[in-house]
């Protein structure tokens, strides 16, 4: 029997050791770096937006399974959306790994995979380690050029 915490768990493991979109990129036009001192997960987010559209992202770096994992499924979940979408699904994904805002309801719908960080809510020290990818994307898409740190 499997519970849906494990299953959350094997997912994020798999990330982990495969993480998607784990590479640099060459026509990058918006790119970010990331830090949490708090863990020492370090990455760079790679983004090529093209009008309205993220067409691609990628990033690189080092970091925990949460870190990296997060940062795996974020770059599947925000490509081929607006910055104003990527806004929204960052702000409900940072609900989720709080326990902020409408917590529970809104949030499966909207993140599909992203939800199997939920469990993060109960470890405050994993959040930054959660949130770190997000952080970096939203300051690369605000294309602002000073290290993005949790802090
Ligand atoms: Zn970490």
């Known amino acids: 029997m499997t519970d849906l915490s494990d299953l959350y768990q094997e997912v994020i493991l798999d990330h982990n050791r495969r993480p998607r979109n784990f590479h640099s990129m060459d026509r990058a036009n918006r790119r970010a770096e990331g830090f949490n001192p708090l863990c020492g997960d370090r990455l760079t987010v790679y983004l090529h937006v093209d009008g309205d559209v993220v067409r691609e992202v990628s990033f690189e770096g080092s970091g925990c399974a949460i870190s990296k994992a997060s940062a795996s499924l974020m770059t599947e979940s925000l490509k081929g ?3 104003a979408e990527a806004e929204t699904i960052f702000q409900t994904f940072h609900d989720l790994v709080t326990g902020g805002g409408d917590g529970e309801t809104a949030t499966s719908d909207q993140l599909g995979k992203l ?10 020290v994993r959040v930054k380690c959660a949130t770190l990818a997000w952080h970096t994307v939203m300051a690369a898409l605000r294309n602002k050029q000073e290290v ?3 802090e």
């Open 148 to 150: 993005a740190t949790t």
């Open 115 to 124: 939800v199997v960080f939920s469990g993060v809510r109960d470890y405050p």
């Open 81 to 83: 959306k607006s910055p």
